[in-house]
């Protein structure tokens, strides 16, 4: 642990902002841009081919999706469809794979793009040079994966009159619902596929920083700007979260919330648990510690809060199984902790060069478990500096309950037997 050089999985042309793995296929599917200045840099959403080559992974760009003049910020996959949240607006776009085209219509599909990561590479140093020529510049020939990509759907997600913009979007886990929220404070639920509007209702005063749906959509949690965690009941506030209420040492509004997610228990279907992150409100010469806290998923009673570090937390994400955390930080740190004892198990500083936009860990489909192969997490992080990096746990050794218990009751045997061997007679 600590300050190291972490690989490039993969490298864009565009700086990075969101980033999700499609569970069925195992394709990485990232984005960003930058946005509608006429700076040249480009708009997209790219999908990559990751695989597990020994214990390496690399990842192949499999099709870059144009986006004209609006960057994907965030995203959401729900089965073969992405929500892409891009200015003020949600985009919806559906992927499927079809059959391979021939080599020349290849070359052209992906010779701009390979450019462009050759170019982008060259500056990057040896080290980065080799990851992505591994990530950007794979050859593509006959056999490559093609993917289409269309625009079905679009609804208007944020309306705040000076600068719109959608912060976070997802799906509920039934996928009967999308969830947006952005600046304007509304969180606006719509129906879907229809995409008629549901619930639109003011959350928070200000920006809406994240939200998140429980899996029987019973309750959603919204963070903002405004200091507020918020438990919903459809458009009705059933709840308001307060994580230091016994941490009397911590001043009233000198915290505001970061994150929220909500996260199974592994081995206990029924069990939820909620986390969310505080970060200080403002900065001080001496940076004080970000929090992470758990919370009972049902009632919402405080379960445990650890300091996480003086690295102000621009992101959250939860393992399927809910047995890791991961965060990145807004100095390009990332970590990993684990779920039940908010222990930091894994930690890489300044791993990216700047804030970490996004994490998603492998999903824990027959696809991600393959690609996971002998580690017991594999977590992707991306970043404003393009790169797109991997993090991965190595199975922890554990033994089997009946070996515990064998070798136990030989320690009994031997002892009983050196007492008689000392002293005739003890038994």
């Known amino acids: 642990m600590g300050k190291r ?18 569970p069925k296929t195992g394709w990485v599917i990232t984005a960003g841009g930058g946005g509608g200045s006429k700076t040249g840099i480009k708009n997209a959403v790219h999908f990559l081919g ?8 690399c990842a192949t760009l499999v099709h870059s999706h144009d986006t004209d003049t609006r960057a994907t910020m965030n995203l959401a996959i729900g089965g073969d469809v992405i929500a892409a949240g891009q200015d003020g607006r949600c985009s919806l776009m559906r992927f499927r794979q079809r059959q391979p085209r021939g080599k020349a219509a290849a070359k052209d599909w992906g010779g701009s793009e390979q450019g462009a990561a050759r170019r982008r590479a060259g ?6 040079e080799g990851a992505a020529a591994r990530g950007n510049v794979s050859e593509m020939n006959d056999n490559t994966t093609q993917i289409s990509v269309d625009t079905f759907g679009e609804v208007q997600s944020d309306l705040n009159p000076q600068d719109p913009l959608q912060k976070c979007v997802r799906f509920s886990p039934d996928l009967s619902l999308l969830l947006t929220g952005g600046t304007d404070g509304h969180i606006r639920v719509w129906e879907y596929p229809s995409l008629k509007e549901k619930l639109d209702f003011k959350a928070h005063e200000g920006e809406i920083e994240d939200l998140d749906i429980s899996p029987n959509n019973k309750h ?19 709840m308001s979260l307060c994580w230091h209420e016994k941490m009397p040492q911590i001043a009233a509004k000198s915290y505001r919330y970061m994150s929220c997610r909500f996260g199974k228990v592994e081995d206990q279907k029924d069990t939820l648990r909620l986390y969310t992150v505080q970060i200080p409100h403002k900065r001080d010469r001496k940076p004080p510690q970000c929090y992470l806290s758990k919370w009972d998923g049902q009632n919402f009673l405080p379960m445990l809060t650890n300091p996480c570090g ?9 393992s399927d199984s809910g047995t890791f955390l991961g965060l990145g930080t807004v100095t390009g740190s990332v970590a990993i902790y684990v779920a039940f004892s908010l222990q930091k198990l894994y930690y890489v500083q300044e791993s990216h060069g700047i804030v970490v936009t996004d994490l998603a860990f492998l999903p824990d489909t027959p696809k991600g478990q393959s690609l996971k192969g002998n580690n017991e997490a594999a977590m992707l992080s991306v970043a404003v500096d393009s790169r797109c990096q991997m993090h991965t746990v190595r199975n922890r050794r554990s033994f089997p309950i009946w070996l515990v218990l064998f070798f136990c009751g030989l320690m009994v045997v031997g002892a009983v037997l050196l007492l008689q061997h000392l002293f005739p007679g003890f038994i």
Not at 5 to 22: G, N, S
Not at 50 to 57: A, C, P, S, T, Y
Not at 123 to 128: I, L, Q
Request: glycine content about 10%; aromatic content about 8%.
């Open 5 to 22: 050089r972490m690989p490039d999985l993969y490298r864009a042309p565009f700086p990075l902002y969101t980033i999700k793995v499609d």
């Open 50 to 57: 990751l695989e597990l080559v020994g214990d390496q992974h």
């Open 123 to 128: 500056k990057g140093g040896k080290g980065s």
């Open 220 to 238: 959603l949690v919204t963070v903002g700007r405004d200091f507020a965690c918020s438990i919903w009941s459809g458009n009705q506030l059933a």
């Open 310 to 318: 003086t690295e102000v937390i621009s992101t959250l994400a939860v």
